[in-house]
């Protein structure tokens, strides 16, 4: 009786044993899983080798904005896992950022090639423009990457655009002391821009002085260029007038998609001139396809507010939409 007893312990035993073998046998000896993200592709094999694991093939590889090409951006399973030696890991690889396709601006229009770079999801990085007699104004010369599909830094293209060829320049003439009627006789024109919107008045008791021009911007004698603006201080008589200023105007210029198809930027003058708050002076603005901002002088007359805005013109009226403002302030 004794006998079969420990028969039967000893097969128990054996049975027991056999079982954990078996689940070795099955389970096999585990390691745990390397980090390998943010190690280039050839240093994750040779660190998943050295660890007894293998990598799945074939590798995932995919586009990544942010990561330079060759690194590893995925690992499965993740690091720290506990997986059977001989495991294959999945990786998946960055190709780096897309490349961009550069459009040929060379000899076009810069208005057409800022919308052409828009499209290929690319901004004007910089732009100098040079007098050239061969080329029109507004066209292309150099560009900087040159085309065709490459990596861009930042995503821009630098430009190098024609302003024509160079006007002549002039010798600005001295209007210090004439009279302000026969400096804006019409019968005399000029190469440069001189109209009453270029005059300022200023209050003087010396009665021989009143309608004579004191002061001119640029100086007698300056080189000018044609269609140069010129600035002109005249005396008024001793009648309490209001002071002419110029004053700087500048506003960030709105995306295009602010304005509607039927509207246009221009600047709306409130100052002691308005007398219907409802007709403020209005002056156009053209803004070129390059400019990020509005930068212009602009005559007012005492206290004034400058509305930039989006108009829109019909047969019965003129509406508009305040975008920005400016407000300047003077002593009277």
């Known amino acids: 009786m004794i006998g079969v007893t420990m028969l039967v312990l000893l097969m128990a035993g054996m049975g027991l044993g056999g079982f954990f073998l078996l689940d070795y046998l099955i389970q096999g000896e585990t390691v745990a899983v390397p980090r390998v993200v943010g190690m280039t592709k050839a240093k994750a094999i040779e660190t998943l080798t050295e660890a007894e694991l293998q990598v799945a093939v074939p590798i995932d590889e995919v586009i990544d904005e942010e990561t330079p090409p060759d690194i590893v951006i995925e690992q499965w399973p993740y690091p720290n896992s506990s997986v059977k030696i001989g495991r294959r890991i999945q990786i998946t690889v960055s190709q780096g950022p897309r490349l961009a396709m550069i459009p040929d601006a060379v ?44 990596l861009v830094p930042e995503k821009a293209v630098s430009l190098l655009v024609s302003l024509g060829p160079k006007p002549p320049d002039y010798v600005m003439p001295n209007y210090v002391g004439m009279d302000i009627d026969d400096v804006l006789d019409p019968g005399s024109p000029k190469p440069f821009q001189l109209s009453k919107e270029s005059v300022s008045y200023t209050q003087t008791n010396d009665p021989s002085q009143w309608g004579r021009v004191l002061e001119q911007r640029p100086n007698p004698g300056a080189r000018v260029a044609s269609g140069e603006r010129v600035l002109l201080t005249v005396a008024s008589s001793g009648q309490k007038v209001v002071e002419q200023q110029i004053v700087h105007i500048r506003f960030q210029t709105p995306p295009p998609t602010t304005l509607h198809p039927d509207e246009r930027l221009a600047l709306l003058i409130w100052d002691s001139r308005t007398t219907d708050p409802k007709s403020p002076t209005i002056v156009p603005v053209d803004i070129k396809n390059w400019e990020t901002s509005i930068d212009m002088w602009a005559p007012v007359f005492g206290n004034a507010r400058v509305v930039l ?4 013109s019909s047969t019965e009226a003129v509406t508009y939409r305040e975008l920005d403002e400016q407000k300047f302030e003077f002593n009277q």
């Open 107 to 150: 000899g076009g229009n810069e208005n057409d090639v800022g919308y052409d770079l828009r499209s290929a999801h690319l901004n004007i990085n910089q732009r100098a423009a040079v007098f050239n007699s061969l080329h029109p104004e507004g066209e292309v010369l150099a560009q900087d990457p040159e085309p065709g599909a490459r």
């Open 309 to 312: 805005s989006a108009i829109a």
